[in-house]
């Protein structure tokens, strides 16, 4: 955990104690007790653990096994240690995390704007896609493309008509969902293995020798990227913003990481169980796709169905809430970069807004767009690098932001905290680095 020297129970402070304490307008007053854990953190889960987690835990499975799950332990630390930055960061000042970046430097919110226009291009039609490439596979007669669109727009829609309750709702359903389902596979494929201490000895932990690259893929695979920026609106949609909420918050966001551990454990089991000695591999959506028939052959037609139906909610989910979190990002960096002041951020980034309203629409146009048209490898490149750049420059806005002497201490980064985004800002910026030449390379 993160070391502060809050009590999560303290009072909130009087108006006078400075900014955290202001709670936005119109925001509900957050539920105390079991329902409280029940909020962002989930949200988050869901809108994180996409089909990426699936590919990279599954590859990882097929050439080692277990062996891999301390990277993403790490993976899920650090992840955790970002969006308890991003959460405490909001309630040590009452601004959203655009707004605070730009006093960390003045060019960051014009970054993040052309980072999530980028994303936005191409983010549904990705996702639309690999979530039609599910039900086609389930369903051969359902034609592709079309039903990619038809998936853009309901997961549009229900971000567009929906006010946070229902979407926090809708999310906690989606990941509950699929991670009981792919519970289920993981405990069908224990139960049916040939070889059972064999399959758990690969647990023993191991370092690739010159697969540097898996291990990385692996440790920034694991949860989310414009997710953990998106954290501190769900926080605030919620009402979570004076310190009496910073254990529940802290708790939150543990039990995001929490699931979204156990789901990758599971599929890491699932991989294992099928890919691990055989030589086969998982190469994106088509090869999970492909990996639907031999789970079946091996657990039977109901696995196969419920493998591709979780398939299914992983990726709607992840494209339900990448929708919401981008038009937060974007209604918020155009706000920030129009100097509206954070007394009018209600009507300029809440979700019935008429910014965030635009930007859904934004991301549901060129859901349809790019799906019909394609998606070309510059995009895809681009698009890939773009996000790769995301969480080096969070971990080290929040260093700066978090470490000012004008932060409560209650707020302030600790050791351990600063250990952590640190270790994020050079982890991370040594995958975007990666990912850079990669996609230079590939252009």
């Not at 591999?281 to 079946?296: K, M, N, Q």
Request: net charge positive; hydrophobic share 55%; with cysteine.
């Amino acid at each position: 955990m993160v070391d502060v020297t809050a009590t999560p129970g303290s009072p909130p402070r009087s108006p006078a104690a400075g900014p955290a304490d202001s709670v936005p307008t119109g925001r509900a007053v957050a539920p105390r007790g079991r329902q409280a854990l029940l909020g962002p953190g989930l949200v988050l889960a869901a809108a994180s653990v996409g089909a990426g987690d699936m590919v990279t835990s599954l590859a990882g499975a097929a050439g080692y096994g277990m062996a891999l799950m301390w990277a993403i332990v790490i993976g899920v630390v650090l992840k955790y240690a970002l969006t308890e930055a991003v959460g405490r960061l909001y309630m040590a000042t009452g601004q959203t995390v655009i707004r605070s970046m730009r006093e960390a430097a003045r060019w960051l919110p014009w970054a993040f704007i052309a980072f999530v226009l980028v994303i936005g291009l191409l983010y549904g039609a990705a996702l639309g896609s690999v979530a039609s490439l599910a039900l086609t596979t389930l369903f051969p007669a359902l034609p592709l493309r079309p039903v990619a669109v038809v998936i853009a727009l309901v997961s549009a829609a229900i971000v567009y008509v929906g006010r946070y309750t229902l979407f926090e709702r809708v999310m906690s359903f989606f990941m509950l969902a699929k991670f009981l389902g792919m519970a289920v596979l993981a405990v069908a494929t224990l139960a049916r293995a040939d070889d059972l201490p064999g399959l758990l000895g690969t647990l023993r932990p191991r370092l690739p020798e010159g697969d540097v690259l898996t291990v990385l893929a692996l440790i920034g695979g694991v949860g989310g990227t414009a997710g953990i920026a998106s954290y501190s609106y769900w926080v605030r949609e919620k009402g979570w913003a004076d310190r009496s909420r910073l254990g529940v918050m802290r708790a939150d966001s543990a039990l995001s990481y929490t699931v979204t551990f156990l789901f990758v454990l599971c599929t890491t089991v699932v991989g294992t169980g099928l890919l691990y000695g055989t030589g086969g591999s998982i190469t994106g959506g088509e090869g999970l796709a492909a990996l639907a028939d031999p789970l079946g052959a091996d657990l039977g037609s109901v696995a196969r169905v419920l493998f591709l139906g979780t398939f299914f909610l992983v990726t709607l989910s992840a494209l339900v809430g990448g929708f919401n979190g981008l038009s937060h990002l974007l209604a918020d960096a155009l706000r920030t970069l129009r100097g509206v002041p954070d007394a009018e951020a209600e009507r300029h980034i809440a979700q019935h807004s008429r910014p965030f309203r635009l930007f859904v629409l934004y991301c549901a146009v060129t859901a349809v767009v790019v799906t019909f048209l394609g998606r070309p490898v510059p995009l895809v490149l681009t698009y890939a690098a773009v996000g790769s750049l995301i969480l080096p420059l969070l971990s080290g806005a929040l260093l700066v932001l978090l470490n000012r002497r004008g932060v409560d201490p209650a707020y302030r980064n600790g050791i351990t905290s600063n250990v952590l985004l640190g270790g994020s800002f050079v982890l991370f910026g040594l995958l975007a680095v990666v990912q850079l030449k990669d996609s230079l390379g590939g252009a």
